[in-house]
């Protein structure tokens, strides 16, 4: 977003007294030859007219770190054309600003779009913090966001924390109350709609209260946005030179062989894609008196999450039949089988390089808990023939991406899903994506550590029931 030259503000506006004021972070300037000024951040840019050589002066003390009025206009003694200048600067968005306490930083806000006008003095009004709103730990801090707010607060003094605990602890602050310190911090954090009325939108409008905190947090953060990361979005390779690269599982050669699909004769007589799209439903219950068969397991898994190799000019590019981004290797299939004609029961790992199903578990207690879980989440009375457990290899995304990393693992599921679904339909089975799991219980059941590899989705198959 561009905007147009900055005209003067009205009502200059300056740092006052126990106020800093620097440029933001990520925040790149350019001075033109004809003496103007050009600030650029991700979304955002702005052209202000020539500019005096004090001007900018103190536009470059604002990159290099907070200053306070008084140090600025050591450079500039003209305090009219000086505050003019901040004001423009701080009402585009391009500014920090510190509150200090006997010149000890205590907070920040930091904008992440041009600040809206301060908050009424609303009295003595009760407030509560929002239920959208994180506290986490920043390079330099703990830092209190929210995807509501126009900016975040970074805390970086103990006091400061108190005082947004006492509304955590309290559950409400009241406006008019406390020392001067605290009436400020409580007006910036509901300038910033980081405290809210007890009635506020995000309790009696759909579009708010329709959202929990993680989920918007979620994907807020997954999105560029106002935010931009300064380049520490996408397929940055960041562990590049800190973490070894990920490697494939090595080979095993004890596991069940499967029959692999002819793939020849299902060019010739396979549904067409119309056909299998219009066609296909979510088929929750099984026939447990025609089960599912080796032969057909087998082929469902070729089909779907076989490794592939396709020959091109610049050599073979390895995958899966479903469109994968990050790495072919960063979903998993681990198939439970309760019920296959040719498979003993328990949980398995599916080896798509050799098409063969690894023993991990017999059907004991933490197995049956994967079926029990499936089953509710199914809202079905009988356990599924077979559920397969999508668990995602993080390293295989998070080594290169930043940000977007979880993210692009879901999309992964979703792209195996709709595959799992059409090859089920052509085959004439009974499949259902599920709408969730138990991690725990899949990380109990497979000894996995769930910070490197854990469930991100589940599919139930079966043979389809006569109607």
Request: charged residues 25%; aromatic residues 8%; contains cysteine.
């Amino acid at each position: 977003m561009r905007q147009k030259d900055s005209p003067v503000a009205a009502a200059a506006w300056a740092p006052g007294r126990g106020e800093a004021v620097a440029l933001r972070p990520g925040v790149m300037s350019a001075e033109s030859e004809d003496g103007g000024l050009h600030l650029l951040s991700w979304q955002f840019s702005a052209t202000y007219g020539e500019m005096t050589e004090r001007e900018r002066m103190v536009v470059r003390l604002l990159a290099a770190g907070p200053r306070t009025r008084r140090d600025l206009l050591a450079e500039d003694s003209d305090e009219r054309a000086l505050d003019q200048l901040l004001s423009r600067l701080w009402q585009d968005g391009w500014l920090n600003l510190t509150v200090l306490r006997r010149e000890i930083p205590l907070y920040t806000i930091s904008p992440l779009r041009p600040p809206p006008s301060p908050p009424a003095d609303d009295g003595d009004g009760c407030f509560v913090l929002s239920r959208l709103a994180i506290l986490r730990r920043g390079e330099s801090g703990f830092v209190v966001e929210s995807p509501r707010a126009w900016c975040e607060l970074l805390v970086h003094d103990s006091e400061a924390l108190a005082m947004i605990g006492e509304v955590l602890v309290c559950g409400t602050a009241t406006v008019g109350q406390g020392s001067a310190l605290r009436r400020r911090l409580l007006r910036d954090l509901r300038w910033a709609s980081l405290v809210v009325p007890r009635s506020s939108p995000e309790e009696t409008e759909l579009q708010l209260a329709q959202w929990s905190s993680h989920e918007l947090w979620f994907h807020e953060r997954t999105r560029l946005g106002y935010r931009g990361y300064g380049g520490r979005y996408g397929p940055t390779a960041w562990a590049r030179g800190r973490f070894e690269p990920p490697t494939p599982r090595p080979p095993e050669a004890t596991g069940l062989a499967l029959p692999r699909a002819d793939l020849d004769r299902l060019r010739q007589v396979d549904w067409t894609l119309t056909a299998t799209l219009e066609d296909r439903r979510s088929a929750r219950r099984h026939d447990d008196e025609r089960p599912l068969t080796a032969d057909q397991l087998g082929e469902f898994l070729y089909r779907c999450a076989r490794t592939t190799v396709r020959k091109a000019e610049d050599g073979e590019h390895v995958g899966r039949p479903y469109p994968a981004g990050g790495s072919p290797n960063t979903l998993e299939l681990y198939p439970v089988v309760r019920l296959v004609v040719g498979v003993n029961p328990g949980l398995y790992r599916y080896d798509p390089n050799a098409h063969q199903l690894l023993h991990v578990r017999p059907l004991d207690r933490a197995v049956r808990r994967l079926l029990k879980v499936a089953s509710l989440v199914a809202r079905v009375s009988e356990p599924p023939q077979v559920l397969f457990v999508v668990a995602a290899r993080f390293e295989y995304v998070m080594w290169t991406y930043e940000a977007m990393g979880y993210a692009l693992v879901l999309k992964n599921v979703g792209s195996l899903f709709q595959t799992m679904y059409c090859v089920a339909t052509a085959m004439g089975l009974a499949g259902c994506a599920l709408g969730g799991g138990d991690s725990v219980a899949f990380s109990r059941a497979s000894g996995l550590d769930p910070f490197a590899e854990s469930s991100v989705g589940e599919f139930i198959l079966g043979s389809r029931r006569e109607e």
